[in-house]
């Protein structure tokens, strides 16, 4: 039995990093290797000469939408409100704070009456179905009157257009996340065009981050703990790319824990990913036998966090832990805007 505090690492708050770097690829990278544990400390803008011809890069390019409204209910009192999946054209599911304000029943205003949203359900995971009333087209509303939600440790929250844009990779193209596949950030198209000009092959999954991807573990015993099942899509195309690697004996390596876990969810007993959308609440954790994943690269994670769980499974505990300590010892920047590691 591995027990949650097994995960757990002493972080000093200095090293949360508030705001990004002050350009994408100029994050330092920590490149440690899966098989000795063996630490090397460079930059990210590195990264392309750590493949060879015919390797896949596997990104997800899901989009964050401005998705945290504050709003106020039918009695006056503020109301925070994050959509969390679309059920419907105009229906979400969605996480509001207070709960107590957002019992069945309860209308919640935003910007005046541009948008209500009434509570129709509790579901058994304590969100709430919404159904919202507005004009026009609600991309372009929520656009006008939504925000950008961060995680709870980034409390200098960015004031700035430029910011914003910084929480969404290049990459991004379809609308559904309401977080950030942080790994992802520090590319540039100059370094997707490095990497494709070596070889090195480019293949598109897609998984609308949500909580299943956050949400903490609260169980003493990690295999009690439940995910929360997130959307994610591989189209035929990107899995021919992967599978064509996975045939010529290249590595495939995912951008982040989102990339990995759509892989592994998407790949059949023989390792070959098979096209199309599903709903995947997989967790990956020490002991699982990895499919279709090589290596990872991927930023460094809260303590006791699914995510460390996940990178430990690939890595081992005892390695991704000293490398950890080895991060805090050299000051590395983390969480969602910091730095990051490459496993190989």
């Not at 925000?147 to 910084?166: G, K, M, N, V």
């Not at 998984?207 to 189209?235: Q, W």
Request: charged share 25%; with cysteine.
């Amino acid at each position: 039995m591995m027990k949650r505090s097994d995960f757990y690492f002493e972080l000093p708050p200095r090293l949360i990093a508030q705001h990004p770097a002050a350009e994408r690829s100029g994050s330092r990278m920590l490149l440690l290797d899966r098989n000795t544990g063996s630490i090397q400390h460079r930059r990210f803008s590195e990264i392309a000469s750590f493949f060879a011809p015919g390797d896949c890069l596997v990104i997800n390019d899901s989009k964050v939408i401005p998705a945290r409204l504050l709003g106020e209910s039918s009695r006056g009192s503020a109301v925070e409100l994050l959509l969390h999946e679309r059920l419907d054209e105009r229906r979400w599911e969605v996480l509001v704070k207070p709960g107590k304000k957002a019992r069945a029943g309860e209308k919640i205003s935003f910007a005046k009456g541009k948008l209500t949203a009434s509570i129709e359900s509790v579901t058994d995971d304590g969100l709430r179905v919404a159904a919202f009333e507005y004009e026009g087209i609600f991309e372009t509303l929520l656009d006008e009157i939504g925000e950008t939600p961060l995680p709870h440790y980034i409390t200098e929250h960015p004031a700035t257009a430029s910011e914003r844009a910084r929480y969404q990779t290049v990459y991004a193209r379809y609308d559904g996340s309401v977080a950030a596949p942080t790994a992802g950030l520090h590319f540039t198209e100059e370094i997707l065009r490095e990497l494709s000009g070596a070889g090195v092959r480019i293949a598109r999954v897609t998984l609308h981050v949500g909580l299943g991807t956050f949400r903490p573990v609260k169980a003493d015993n990690i295999d009690d703990h439940r995910m929360h099942s997130e959307y994610c899509r591989v189209e035929p195309d990107q899995a021919e790319i992967i599978n064509e690697a996975r045939k010529n004996n290249r590595r495939v390596i995912a951008v982040g824990t989102t990339s990995c876990r759509t892989l592994e969810s998407s790949a059949d007993e023989a390792g070959i990913v098979v096209a199309g959308s599903r709903r995947t609440g997989i967790f990956i954790k020490p002991g699982y036998t990895f499919r279709v994943v090589d290596g990872l690269l991927t930023n460094f994670h809260l303590p006791e966090s699914t995510l460390i769980m996940l990178v430990s499974a690939l890595a081992g505990r005892e390695r991704v832990l000293s490398a950890y300590r080895q991060a805090i010892k050299e000051e590395y920047r983390f969480y969602s805007y910091g730095d990051c590691m490459l496993i190989l």
